[in-house]
Every structure is written in structure tokens, then in C-alpha cells.
């Protein structure tokens, strides 16, 4: 094990993951360090997987231009993990229905949410009750309508993350470093200094952040952009029921709260279903308060799934920031701390891109205007004028 790199990446989710190995052929001395015992066990594999550029209000905006960057190289991306793995990573082309669960909703998204999709030129269609009945039979009688956006996709997180770990364990991967927490990163004029909490000191050329919600302690940003969201989700069988037929989304009212609904199918017949946004809450233990409030919710769009078995249950914590844009770019004067997280409920969506990018940024490759425009949006620099990596003569924050 060295300890001195020209790349050390900090985090062992699907982002980190994907960069370390995005440059692990193009560096000669890699390193990936993770706390955790093996690599995923934070939000990525807690992530249920659906590929949807254009859902939810943060979408509506510049950041859906970048989610629809990512989906368009998100075939080509699983392809060559699954190659290059020997994994099977299937990449359903199921589609998405947002679901209006009455009329208040329906209207919201006939006039709010229908224009922009129209703009967007992505096939989107506005459906009747009927129609979406006739498309997903599960769904509830009192479902008002919907829109349906045909490009969606969706994946199973865990087969990524093991796709990718069987690559980074292989003959030609970076050093890893698991069950080793990281204290501080201080990015000098020459090398940037990687502290663990054992003690070991590392060196490299440059650094990457990409410890999901964690990274708020490695990272000279304005205190608050960063906050925990927990996930909670389940999955089903259908036995001799079929699968959901498509994705689907919907916004409910249920004691004065809105709660998000949204399932989709496995490739073999298994439908995973949630979730709860529980800003604040860093824990990753499902809870039977999490348990009735998915059942409860799901009862108002998709009855027929709470009468089938539940096989499994689990909870993640997503890495929330302030505006709900990822935070991916230098944040040193000498660019050489690079950060590559924030993503939120999009991490799975935004992964291709963030790969890409971080790829280009490291590499100092040209940028196209499609890359400015990501970059812009998900810039450390909205934050702040010019937000600098810790320095020596502040504290580590231990995480």
C-alpha cells in the first residue's frame, strides 16, 4: 500500500466507485477509501433505481437538462460495467407514469408540469384515469390521470455497485482502503494531504470528495448546504401476478403532509416500493413508523401491491443539499480538491455524468456546452464567492 498517489478518491458509493474506476486505467497510482467494511453500503444500494430525468419539482429545472444528459449515456455506461464485470446488469425500458392521485393533481401536472415536458421534446403524454388504469392495472380508482414519459428507465442499484466492485477488486484496480475513516483533506500549493483517523497520513496529485452526506466535513462549504435525508423502501413479490407494467410516481396528502409514492419492477418480477424523505435523520434502520407510512401511501395509488408479500426492507441516507443540485467541481484556487457529491434522490440518475465530468475535470480534457451547462448548475461556487478546501491551520472534523 503506497502513500503517495496521483489520485485518491474519498467515498466507495456508486459516484466514488464510478470515478475510481473511470481512472483507474487512466492513472498509475489510485487509491479508494470508503469507512465501511465493503464498498456500497451507504446510499447507493439503498436506492431503489429509477432513471427519471425529468421527475419532481428540481427537475423542472436546469438540473433536468443534466439528468437527461446522464440518461443518454446511461445504456453505453451499464453496458461496459457488465462487460468488463462479467455482472448482469439489466436496464429496464419501463417507462414512468407520474400519477395524479385526484384532480388538485392532475391539474398540477395538465398546466405546471405538461408545458415543460412539452419543451423538452422528451414524448411525454397526459393520460385520463382510464388510460393510466388500462396501462398499470394496480393502480387505485380514484387515480385521476397521469403523464407518462415514455424514456424512463430502471435499474437495480446492487447490481451496479457489485458490477463496479468486482472491476476495482480486480487486476489493475486502485488500492482500497476499507473500514478507514478520513478526518481531513487539505489541498496545498503542490500535493493535497489526506489524514485517516488512525492516523495514516497519504499525499495525492488530487483528491475527490464523494462521501454522500458525510462530505460536508471535508469540505470548505458555508454551513447548512449539506443534510442527511433518510430513505426508507420495501420490496414485494408478485407471485403469479405479474409486475408493475411501468414506474410509477405520485404525490399524495396524507395528515396534512405531502408524501411521495413510487414503485417500479424488478427484472424478475419483484416491485420495490417507498419512499420517505426524512430530512435530518442519518440513521439507515427501517422503522415500523416508515413501514405504515409507505403502506398507508402506497393504499392511495397502488392497492393491489399492499396485499402482496414483503420480502425485504431497508433504509439509506441520501446526501441532501439546499437548492437540491449536486455539488460537483474544484473547490481550491489550485484544482486539486474535486468535489462529487450532494446528489440527493438523483445520485443513480446523475452517475454517467458525474463519472464523465469528474473524468474530464482530473483529466483536464476539453469541455463541451453541454458539460459548462452541467458544471454551472452544480458549481461548489453558488455557494459561496470562492469556497477554498481546509487548510492546515483548522481543525479536522471527524465523520
Given at each position: 500500500m503506497a502513500s503517495t498517489y496521483d489520485l485518491i478518491v474519498v467515498g466507495g458509493g456508486i459516484i466514488g466507485c464510478g470515478i475510481a474506476e473511470r481512472l483507474r486505467s487512466e492513472l498509475p497510482r489510485v487509491c479508494l477509501i470508503d469507512q465501511g467494511p465493503k464498498l456500497g453500503l451507504g446510499a447507493s444500494s439503498a436506492a431503489i433505481g429509477g432513471i427519471n430525468p425529468h421527475l419532481g419539482d428540481y427537475c423542472l429545472g436546469p438540473l433536468g437538462l443534466m439528468a437527461q444528459h446522464s440518461r443518454t449515456l446511461f445504456p453505453g455506461w451499464i453496458n461496459r460495467i457488465a462487460s468488463e464485470s462479467g455482472t448482469a446488469i439489466p436496464l429496464l425500458p419501463t417507462g414512468l407514469l407520474q400519477v395524479a392521485a385526484g384532480k388538485r393533481e392532475w391539474e398540477r401536472l395538465a398546466d405546471e408540469v405538461m408545458p415543460i415536458l412539452l419543451a423538452r421534446d422528451i414524448g411525454a403524454e397526459l393520460i385520463d384515469g382510464d388510460h393510466a388504469r388500462a396501462l398499470e392495472p394496480m393502480l387505485g380508482p380514484d387515480v385521476a390521470g397521469g403523464v407518462v414519459q415514455p424514456r424512463d428507465l430502471a435499474v437495480e442499484p446492487a447490481l451496479i455497485m457489485n458490477g463496479l466492485t468486482r472491476i476495482l477488486l480486480g487486476d489493475g484496480g486502485?488500492?482500497?482502503?476499507?473500514?478507514?475513516?478520513?478526518?481531513?483533506?487539505?489541498?496545498?500549493?503542490?500535493?493535497?494531504?489526506?489524514?485517516?483517523?488512525?492516523?495514516?497520513?497519504?499525499?495525492?496529485?488530487r483528491v475527490v470528495v464523494a462521501a454522500g452526506h458525510l462530505s460536508h466535513a471535508l469540505l470548505d462549504l458555508p454551513d447548512g448546504v449539506f443534510f442527511p435525508v433518510?430513505?426508507?423502501?420495501?420490496?414485494?413479490?408478485?407471485?403469479?401476478?405479474?409486475?408493475?407494467?411501468?414506474?410509477c410516481d405520485a404525490l399524495?396528502?396524507?395528515?396534512?403532509?405531502?408524501?411521495?409514492?413510487?414503485?417500479?419492477?424488478r427484472p424478475d418480477g419483484r416491485?420495490?416500493?417507498?419512499?420517505?424523505?426524512?430530512?435530518?435523520?442519518?440513521?439507515?434502520?427501517?422503522?415500523?413508523?416508515?413501514?405504515?407510512s409507505i403502506l398507508r401511501n402506497l393504499a392511495l395509488v397502488l392497492p393491489a401491491l399492499t396485499a402482496m408479500p414483503v420480502t425485504r426492507r431497508w433504509a439509506g441516507v441520501r446526501p441532501g443539499t439546499v437548492d437540491a443540485a449536486p455539488v460537483l467541481g474544484y473547490v481550491d484556487d489550485d484544482h486539486?480538491?474535486?468535489?462529487?457529491?450532494?446528489?440527493?434522490?438523483?445520485?443513480?440518475?446523475?452517475?454517467?455524468?458525474?463519472?464523465?465530468?469528474?473524468?474530464?475535470?482530473?483529466?483536464?480534457?476539453?469541455?463541451?456546452?453541454?458539460?459548462?451547462?452541467?458544471?454551472?448548475?452544480?458549481?461548489?461556487?453558488?455557494?459561496?464567492?470562492?469556497?477554498?478546501a481546509r487548510t492546515e491551520s483548522q481543525n479536522p472534523i471527524a465523520h
Open positions: 486502485p488500492d482500497l482502503l476499507l473500514s478507514a475513516t478520513v478526518i481531513s483533506v487539505v489541498s496545498r500549493r503542490t500535493e493535497v494531504v489526506v489524514t485517516l483517523a488512525d492516523g495514516r497520513v497519504l499525499t495525492a496529485d433518510k430513505g426508507q423502501a420495501m420490496e414485494f413479490a408478485s407471485p403469479g401476478r405479474g409486475s408493475l407494467s411501468i414506474q399524495v396528502i396524507a395528515d396534512g403532509e405531502e408524501h411521495v409514492v413510487f414503485a417500479l419492477p416491485i420495490a416500493a417507498g419512499v420517505t424523505f426524512e430530512k435530518g435523520t442519518a440513521d439507515n434502520v427501517p422503522t415500523a413508523e416508515g413501514r405504515a486539486r480538491v474535486l468535489a462529487a457529491t450532494g446528489h440527493y434522490g438523483m445520485g443513480i440518475t446523475l452517475a454517467p455524468v458525474t463519472v464523465d465530468l469528474a473524468a474530464k475535470l482530473l483529466l483536464d480534457l476539453p469541455l463541451d456546452g453541454q458539460d459548462r451547462h452541467d458544471l454551472a448548475i452544480s458549481s461548489p461556487g453558488r455557494f459561496s464567492g470562492l469556497p477554498v
